[in-house]
Nanobody, 116 residues
Framework: QVQLVESGGGLVQPGGSLRLSCAAS????????MTWFRQTPGRLRELVAA????????NYMDSVRGRFTISRDNDKNTVDLEMNSLKPEDTSVYYC?????????WGQGTQVTVSS
């Protein structure tokens, strides 16, 4: 079955960096676009970044554009989110998601906390 496992979250000071990774299995990875979302208690889930099947095109929410970079390795079945210049408002649980034949599959999430 489809499995997505995120890792790399943690506590970081403002201005710092983290790299999240999502390991995927159970589907043909190089045929699926991948997305990173985040959700903070009391707020709607936000689409942070997306990448096409080949990695040739990416998209970002306005507040992270220029600071975050999404990438994928179709040999390793992973999708990463490099996060730089982190701000306290980036604090959230970050989720990896894939859409397969109209079904949404989510990982368990990884907590990112930006605080001094």
């Amino acid at each position: 079955q489809v499995q997505l496992v995120e890792s790399g979250g943690g506590l970081v000071q403002p201005g710092g960096s983290l790299r999240l990774s999502c390991a995927a299995s159970g589907f043909t990875f190089n045929t699926a676009a991948m997305t990173w979302f985040r959700q903070t208690p009391g707020r709607l889930r936000e689409l942070v970044a997306a990448i096409t099947e080949t990695g040739g095109s990416t998209n970002y929410m306005d507040s992270v554009r220029g600071r975050f970079t999404i990438s994928r390795d179709n040999d390793k079945n992973t999708v990463d989110l490099e996060m730089n210049s982190l701000k306290p408002e980036d604090t959230s649980v970050y989720y990896c998601r894939v859409l397969i034949r109209s079904n949404r599959y989510w990982g368990q999430g990884t907590q990112v906390t930006v605080s001094s």
